[in-house]
């Protein structure tokens, strides 16, 4: 495959950390491109090249930028998802980790897009180190005249601040980011008003994640046509970091053409792990619905996944091999939504938890004949229901165990126990 | 004004109404928990999605504003339906269920929109409700208890700290099925609106401590009334069980008290149980307090103020009296041709009641000194006042004194007062209360209680509003209209036998201020008066 990383070029370069070293690999010429266009024509650009949100939406980004309500007397901000929490997600770590400065200059595209002069990077409460690099390369580029009042030299003012979360998977929802991002209790908003509208501070925001402002110095330096020659289709363009785990040979995280087949990443990877069979596969994180293996050669992009009944989402990877007990994994990611529901919507905050509940007694064994409908039923009113997606996000992994992996359910019901012995791994037993 | 069409049915309404408000005026009722009129719109419960033509989605009616012309609603749906079915099956898997000893039962959202939008089964299993151990009779303050089992976590009562009573006692804690609600350590939800949160708690979760096991709602009898525990004149319900009060409820009225009503108001009828109760005429003979006709009661007392050969003849109102009888009593002095009118209030500590134009303050401890005072309660020319009464020895030059109601303020009850008082030759007190200055009276007359009375208060604003009589009056009492109307009557024939409405027009035509009003067609809102000051009749 002749495929040239992008986004993950500088990964293995530790000079990037610093602006010189950053520059001396090519970077910020995007930048210095894009201060000398008007901020329509890169706003036109990045809407030309199809990029989508790689946070797990996948909402076209230029288009969210023209949301913004024109002539309206308040600052407009860019807020940087950073709270990567989605379960088997760490794309964006190593973007920030190992190429902060990327980041950076997506961001100061973005903003000179929209006419933003602050941005706040909302990242995670775990990531402590990638917070630490960031604020280095960030105050190095302070220094260096890449932020300030005059980022490079153009007097456009710009300012960049790093904020903290606290460890909640719902202040990823961009409402309930800005919430938190505010100082309040992170529990997402009714929408309309949507952010571009009223975000954060009341002001118009554009939210955008960490893996999509760092494809804007690519796009601008290089042009959409260039962006469009990467991917499926019209609606899937560019290039995508896939982070992959579970029961491979080589785990981590991929760059690669939108719309790879699964099962040419999972050889990228070495293949199952000690050459054992796949029994099913997660492809785009904790809240994408589970496929089995019969689904293997599903192109991982947007449209194609969607219509198999999944989603990209933030493209996690997650392989599960014959030795996995689907239920059990199903009921524990029921265990981590059912935690991580804020609690305000009246489907998710009891649905969740009774999801919890019935994997949870169907995997040890205990479970009814009537459970499986239960679920469906169940999971129908959790669906579309809610303010947010997390409602939804539960059913994914909830329903499609049903769905698409009935006979292992069925068996547990019908033997009253888990066919596949326990094993403890890392951090079980929670 | 864009239209929107509501399960087949096409209304105007001003751009920005949500469809819940939308509904009502087409008489389609959208069933919600989290929202109420005057808090913030949170979406939160789900109870309200409705279907909303070229929505993919369920819309939140209460976070869905008619912004243009044309929008399509259907609330009859059958996803609507199945959808309602859905988000009541969560909100009673982990319900206890306690509805028999329950004091929110009869008058509870869940059973109601249970009956109404619910399934008669559940396929949850009792063994693994959640539960808030421990968490069954917190209380919050000194008003209200929470019972955590039954919240149902729509946050009406902490927007409520946080946008209306500005207290932020009340908020949430922990996360997802584990949401609950409570006060931060040491700062309990102690304001003077706290009980309002019982109004707005949809369910059994916060009730309050003064009605909490008092009576099953459905035994209580609701009439509208006025409150009595100070000037704002903050609309009630009267709800009671055969005469006697168990609570005020706030009743919505915009211009004044809105949706609320203070802790203190709430505690006001609890002084109709503390002070005994005057329920016979008595007359004070040789030392002795006798029983006595109504009839020889009312003759006694004109005979007193006819027969008198010298000295003054006092009137002392009081701000509880409605505005009719202040009104009578001031035509009683007219026809003895007394100009000592006065009204005697406690001042009290300032209560704010929250409106939508910015409140309502009241500092009189009583609901009616400006009605009275309006009717021609205010001292003519060389007339004492009340501090000459009580607080000087006007009462000493008096040959008849007479005092409604007998429960005025705190002086009532003070024995210096009232032995400054009795100094005059007769001492006549109407009242419902057999308060110590009732006891030292020489002719007392019962009078029925604001609750079992019919008239007008005007509060703070100058704002005359009207009451109904919720039950009547015990014993022998009557109203204060009756009563002081027979002995006008016995002065001049004129009043003979007239009722409410009649007294109301002879006032209306008597009081520029009223000039206009007639009893039956006085707004609910009350009627804000051009001037409330005082004038001799």
Redesign the interface.
């Known amino acids: 495959m002749a495929f040239e990383p992008v986004l993950t070029r500088n990964i293995g370069n530790p000079a990037v950390l610093t602006v010189d070293g950053y520059r001396k690999a090519g970077g910020y010429q995007g930048l210095a491109k894009a201060l000398k266009m008007q901020p329509d024509e890169v706003v036109e650009e990045v809407k030309k090249s199809g990029l989508r949100g790689r946070g797990g939406a996948g909402f076209p980004c230029g288009l969210k930028w023209t949301f913004l309500p024109k002539g309206l007397d308040k600052p407009r901000y860019l807020v940087c998802n950073a709270d990567e929490s989605e379960p088997g997600t760490f794309k964006d770590r190593l973007l920030m980790e190992r190429d902060p400065h990327q980041l950076i200059e997506g961001c100061a595209i973005c903003c000179w897009a929209v006419g933003a002069h602050t941005c706040y990077i909302y990242i995670r409460g775990e990531y402590v180190e990638p917070a630490a690099i960031l604020e280095r390369a960030i105050r190095d580029a302070y220094e260096s005249g890449v932020l300030g009042d005059s980022v490079l030299g153009s007097g456009f003012k710009l300012d960049i601040v790093v904020h903290r979360g606290a460890g909640a998977y719902i202040c990823g929802e961009e409402t309930g980011l800005l919430e938190s991002l505010e100082g309040k209790r992170g529990q997402p908003r009714s929408k309309p008003p949507f952010p571009a509208v009223v975000g954060a501070f009341g002001c118009p925001t554009v939210i955008n994640n960490v893996e999509t402002l760092c494809n804007l110095p690519h796009i601008v330096e290089r042009g959409a046509d260039w962006f469009k020659s990467i991917g499926t289709d019209e609606r899937n363009t560019g290039p995508k970091l896939y982070a992959v785990s579970g029961h491979v040979e080589r785990p981590g995280t991929y760059e690669l053409p939108i719309g790879i087949k699964f099962q040419e990443l999972l050889d990228l990877c070495g293949g199952m792990y000690q050459g054992r069979q796949l029994k099913a596969f997660v492809p785009g994180g904790a809240s994408a619905p589970m496929l089995a293996a019969k689904m293997r050669d599903v192109k991982l992009d947007f449209d194609t996944l969607a219509k198999s009944g999944s989603m990209l989402g933030s493209a996690a990877v997650i392989v599960m091999d014959e030795t996995t007990c689907v239920v059990r994994a199903a009921a524990r990611l029921a265990k981590f939504f059912a935690h991580e529901s804020c609690g305000q919507c009246t489907p998710c905050r009891e649905g969740t938890h009774w999801a919890e509940l019935v994997l949870g007694r169907i995997e040890r064994g205990e479970g009814r004949e009537s459970d499986a409908e239960l679920m469906l039923r169940m999971t129908k009113n959790m669906s579309g229901t809610t303010i947010c997606a997390l409602s939804d996000a539960a059913v994914g992994p909830a329903r499609s165990v049903i769905v698409n992996f009935r006979e292992d359910v069925d068996q547990h019901i019908r033997e009253r126990r888990c066919p596949v012995p326990p094993r403890r791994f890392f951090g079980e037993g929670n | 004004m864009p239209t929107v069409t509501i399960d087949g049915r096409t209304v105007d309404v001003p751009a920005g109404t949500n469809l819940i408000e939308a509904g009502l005026k087409v008489g389609v009722q959208i069933p919600h928990y989290c929202y109420h009129p005057r808090l913030s ?7 309200c ?1 409705v279907k909303v033509e070229g929505m993919p ?2 819309q ?1 009616a209460c ?1 869905t504003q008619v912004m243009k012309d044309g929008m399509v609603v259907s609330v009859d749906h059958p996803e609507v339906k ?2 309602q079915e ?2 009541m ?3 009673l ?2 319900h206890p269920l306690d509805c028999p000893i329950c004091d929110q039962a009869g008058e509870c959202g869940l059973q109601d929109y249970s009956f109404k939008h619910g399934q008669s089964f559940s ?2 299993d009792y063994e ?1 409700k ?1 539960t808030y151990p421990e968490k069954e009779r917190i209380p919050l303050g000194p008003t209200v208890l929470l019972n955590m089992n039954r919240c ?2 729509c ?1 009406r009562c902490v927007r409520f700290t946080h946008e209306i009573s500005k207290t932020s006692e009340i908020s ?1 804690f ?6 609950e609600i409570g006060t931060f350590p040491g700062k309990p939800l102690d304001n003077e609106l706290s009980t309002c949160v019982v109004d707005i708690c949809p369910v059994g979760a916060l009730t309050s401590t003064q009605f909490r096991f008092a009576e099953r709602v459905w035994y209580l009898d609701k009439k509208p009334s006025l409150c009595t525990g100070c000037d704002v004149g903050c609309n009630i319900t009267i709800e009671h069980r055969r005469g006697a009060i168990r609570r005020y409820k706030p009743r919505l009225n915009e211009a004044v008290n809105d949706f609320w009503m203070c802790d203190h108001g709430r505690t006001t009828f609890a002084r109709y149980a503390a002070v005994p109760r005057l329920a016979a005429p008595r007359l004070l003979r040789g030392g002795e307090l006798q029983g006595v006709t109504w009839k020889d009661a009312l003759d006694a007392v004109v005979h007193k103020l006819k027969g008198r050969s010298e000295g003054a003849v006092a009137f002392l109102g009081s701000g509880f009296l409605t505005t009719e009888e202040g009104f009578l009593l001031a035509q009683l002095a007219a026809a003895v041709g007394s100009p000592h009118r006065a009204v005697s209030v406690d001042g009290g500590p300032a209560r704010t009641i929250p409106n939508r134009q910015g409140g309502i303050t009241g500092r009189d401890a009583a609901p009616n000194r400006r009605g009275v005072e309006l009717a021609g309660m205010v001292p003519g020319e060389g007339g004492f006042d009340a501090d000459a009464l009580l607080l000087g020895d006007a009462a000493s030059r008096c040959a008849v004194l007479f005092v409604a109601d007998s429960d005025f303020g705190a002086a009532a009850h003070d024995p210096k007062v009232i032995a400054r008082l009795r100094q005059a030759r007769v001492l006549v007190v109407m009242g419902w209360a057999d308060s110590p200055l009732a006891q030292a009276a020489d002719i007392a007359l019962p009078a029925a209680t604001h609750a079992e009375s019919e008239g007008c208060f005007v509060n703070v604003d100058g704002r005359l509003q009207r009451f109904e009589r919720a039950f009547p009056a015990i014993g022998e009492a009557r109203p204060g209209l009756e009563v002081l109307r027979d002995l006008l009557a016995r002065f001049d024939p004129h009043w003979q036998g007239l009722g409410p409405e009649e007294i109301f027009a002879r006032m209306a035509a008597a009081l520029p201020a009223l000039k206009g009003l007639a009893w039956r067609s006085l707004p609910a809102e009350g009627v804000k008066l051009a001037t409330t000051g005082g004038s001799p009749p």
């Open positions: 719109v949170v979406g939160q419960c789900r109870m999605l989605k369920l939140a976070a199945a959808l859905g988000v099956e969560f909100l898997i982990n396929r949850f693994d959640r149902i976590q946050s949430f922990e996360r997802g099925a584990h949401l």
